[in-house]
């Protein structure tokens, strides 16, 4: 709804502003939110840091848990972190077949694991499920080791990269706050 204001010199109407897209409602708000909730930087970097890794983490089912006792544990928002970490899940799947198949290499059966499709899974599931869990077991016992390993320099690299992005954008939220102070 616009602002209509009567200053001296006539009526003045402030334009409205332009609707919010869908990925700004979405994401980019409940963010923005944070920030403006008192979280500082350093912990909102490392909270969206940590929230990648572990949602490109190749498990399935225990990325809520794991995520939320680490945010508690370092007294990160629980909230960014789940944010974050959901957003994750299609880079996850993409990820997840190749994971597998480099840890089966790292432990040694790369022959195996090599050449393995969704749809073979599925049919080794319903003929020998017991041979399908424990390859699938040190393939995935090896995908979260290069996971762990490649975990660290992402989660240093957006710690470092988000740091003083989010310093930025704090000053500029104070700066805006002080000019509606002073203007009041």
Do not use: C
């Amino acid at each position: 709804m616009p602002t209509t204001t009567i200053p001296a010199a006539g009526i003045q109407v402030a334009p409205t502003p332009p609707p919010r897209t869908w990925l700004q409602r979405r994401l980019v708000d409940p963010f923005l939110s944070l920030l403006k909730a008192g979280l500082a930087p350093g912990s909102l970097a490392l909270t969206a840091g940590l929230g990648v890794a572990f949602g490109l983490a190749p498990t399935f089912g225990i990325t809520t848990l794991i995520s939320t006792v680490v945010a508690l544990r370092l007294r990160l928002n629980v909230a960014a972190m789940q944010l974050v970490s959901h957003l994750m899940g299609p880079f996850q799947l993409l990820l997840l077949l190749p994971l597998l198949r480099w840890g089966a290499t790292l432990l040694g059966h790369d022959r195996e694991v090599a050449g393995l499709t969704v749809s073979q899974i599925k049919t080794m599931f319903q003929t020998d499920a017991g041979h399908l869990l424990r390859l699938l077991w040190r393939a995935e016992l090896g995908a979260l080791l290069i996971w762990a390993v490649a975990a660290v320099p992402v989660v240093l690299g957006l710690y470092l990269a988000l740091k003083p992005v989010f310093q930025h954008f704090i000053q500029r939220q104070d700066q805006e706050q002080l000019s509606i102070i002073n203007e009041q």
